[in-house]
Nanobody, 129 residues
Framework: QVQLVESGGGSVQAGDSLRLSCAVS???????????MGWFRQPTGKEREFVAA?????????YYSDSVLGRFTISTVSAKKTVFLQMNGLNHEDTAVYYC??????????????????WGKGTQVTVSS
């Protein structure tokens, strides 16, 4: 069983930065069952949307949505089973609940939520303009 726990959300001003963390727990076995990690977000009253994704240890080939490209950075630390989302230059449109997700698929559509097998409960990010 894989469990994901997000942290690092909060309320900030436009232009500020935040770093979200997602701790991955894969039970008693040491070998990672997940191959890729993703971040998604859901603004109030809107559908969930893709933010960023990367395979473990392959951050240089990460995927980003157009709305966050150049401002957000995903990083994976396999040894710590943790994935981060560094968010710079935040604006009001970034306000949402942010979810961490894990995929057990070696190959998949990383931008698609249905491709992920496990989800965290989310952490709220609020940006005041």
């Amino acid at each position: 069983q894989v469990q994901l726990v997000e942290s690092g959300g909060g309320s900030v001003q436009a232009g500020d930065s935040l770093r979200l963390s997602c701790a991955v727990s894969e039970g008693s076995e040491g070998t990672l069952k997940t191959y890729a990690m993703g971040w998604f977000r859901q603004p109030t009253g809107k559908e969930r949307e893709f933010v960023a994704a990367a395979r473990w240890g392959d951050d240089s080939r990460a995927y980003y949505s157009d709305s966050v490209l150049g401002r957000f950075t995903i990083s994976t630390v396999s040894a710590k089973k943790t994935v981060f989302l560094q968010m710079n230059g935040l604006n009001h449109e970034d306000t949402a609940v942010y979810y961490c997700a894990a995929s057990t698929k070696r190959i998949g559509l990383r931008r698609v939520g249905a491709e992920y097998d496990y989800w965290g409960k989310g952490t709220q990010v609020t940006v005041s303009s």
